[in-house]
């Protein structure tokens, strides 16, 4: 079942929605044939809430991704709750960042920077600074805290947190993906960039968007790209936000045609050329079309 697991947790930073929405049913079906497990008999009991949480963290970050917001808060819970029985530390930071998204993906942006903090100073406490995966998940709880300040308007709050998580990037001294976090010094500048676009910062976005993020799981990649391409449209440089809009497209066309930035960026591009972009034939209507941005 821990394979299984991860194996859908690839399937998931590779952009691969469609296999990870088929495979969830069974996986939380076994995860709660686990749980039942771990309470009923002694043994291996910390190894079944310890996958049972990692496959409910792997629900409520999709479920987020692609709009099912409420649920994704119970499977976050759930995760929540199986972390706290696995006793593991990491276990649990993992879990609290799910529990991030799916406050954040409600609109829930205090309750997110609350558990982000709360999160972030427990493990802080728990690990020691040469763990690299202590490092990695306590950076991303910073990052996913810094967002929640940032789409509150809190911009103080939000560079603290980033400036946190920079320095852990900077004692990692790499990309690396320990706990499928893709935590890094590349991570931490993508923050950056979406939380300048949160705080209105369009500017700053356009002007430092061109990066190379191919090195990079394709998750993070196209989540990138689609905000670096709501900046540019934002800027009035729609033929090259539609470039981007199409880079990110082929590079997993699920995370782009379930995402909502993506449908509200090619709704703009259409008014900003209404003869070409409103007409059927053309490429950004076809988009839309593929992305239900437009019936």
Not at 51 to 68: D, F, N
Not at 81 to 90: G, I
Not at 271 to 277: F, M
Request: hydrophobic fraction near 40%.
């Amino acid at each position: 079942m821990a394979v299984r697991v991860e194996q859908a947790w690839s399937d998931y930073q590779g952009g691969r929605l469609g296999s990870v929405i088929a495979a969830l049913p069974a996986l939380l079906q076994t995860a709660q044939e686990l749980e039942d497990r771990a309470v009923r008999q002694g043994d291996e009991r910390s190894d079944c809430w310890a996958v049972s949480a990692r496959t409910h963290h792997l629900a409520a970050t999709t479920l987020a991704k692609i709009g099912e917001s409420d649920i994704s808060w119970l499977a976050a819970e759930r995760a929540m709750r199986a972390a706290d029985e696995s006793d593991d530390p990491l276990v649990l930071a993992s879990a609290a960042r799910s529990g991030t998204h799916a406050l954040l993906a409600n609109g829930r942006y205090d309750d997110a920077l609350e558990l982000g903090n709360t999160a972030a100073a427990w493990l802080s406490a728990q690990v020691t600074d040469s763990d690299p995966a202590a490092l990695s998940l306590l950076g991303m709880i910073h990052l996913r805290a810094a967002v929640a300040a940032a789409r509150h308007q809190d911009r103080p709050t939000a560079t603290s947190l980033l400036g946190r998580a920079q320095e852990l990037a900077d004692d990692l001294r790499a990309d690396e993906n320990h706990w499928q976090t893709g935590f890094g010094p590349t991570n931490v500048l993508l923050h950056r960039l979406s939380i300048e676009l949160d705080l209105d910062n369009v500017s700053y976005v356009v002007e430092h968007g061109r990066i190379n993020v191919d090195h990079m799981p394709q998750e993070r990649s196209v989540s990138h790209r689609i905000d670096f391409a709501r900046a540019l449209s934002l800027a009035g440089q729609g033929d090259e936000a539609f470039a981007e809009l199409r880079t990110a497209e082929r590079t997993s066309p699920q995370l782009v045609r379930n995402n909502p930035r993506v449908r509200e960026t090619l709704r703009d591009l259409i008014k900003q050329s209404p003869v070409t972009g409103g007409s059927r034939s053309s490429e950004v209507f076809a988009m839309a079309q593929r992305c239900r941005a437009v019936q």
